[in-house]
């Protein structure tokens, strides 16, 4: 399985942009969908935001974030990025990258690899 590791969270004002990486090891990171979610205070689950096909020809978004966030890959560097704009108080999270084979899912159950997550916290 592929190993990830996020990074690029931080504390930014209500408005601003971050940018999350979450870089893969192990083999055929090509091989595998990726997505990001987040896990709020106080939340058991965690909720998908955005994944990405394996040749990054296809995506797909939460309502909660379309518009604001982009998921993209880079699979000869073994990356994947969130991009998020125009953060809210209610954006702050963990967040997390995964990888699964096959299609894109909202199902975090369905997702084998996890990273350790990334702290963002937006204030207002």
């Known amino acids: 399985q592929v190993q990830l590791a996020e990074s690029g969270g931080g504390l930014v004002q209500a408005g601003d942009s971050l940018r999350l990486s979450c870089a893969a090891s192990g083999r055929a990171f090509s091989a595998y969908t990726m997505a990001w979610f987040r896990q709020a205070p106080g939340q058991e689950r965690r909720e998908f935001l955005a994944?990405?096909?394996?040749?990054?020809?296809?995506?797909d978004y939460a309502d909660s974030v379309k518009g604001r966030f982009t998921i993209s890959r880079d699979n000869a560097k073994n990356t994947v990025v969130l991009q998020m704009n125009d953060l809210k108080p209610e954006d702050t999270a963990v967040y997390y990258c995964a990888a699964k084979r096959l299609p894109i899912s909202r199902n975090q159950g369905q997702y084998v690899s996890w990273g350790q997550g990334t702290q963002v916290t937006v204030s207002s």
């Open positions: 994944g990405i096909s394996q040749s990054g020809s296809s995506t």
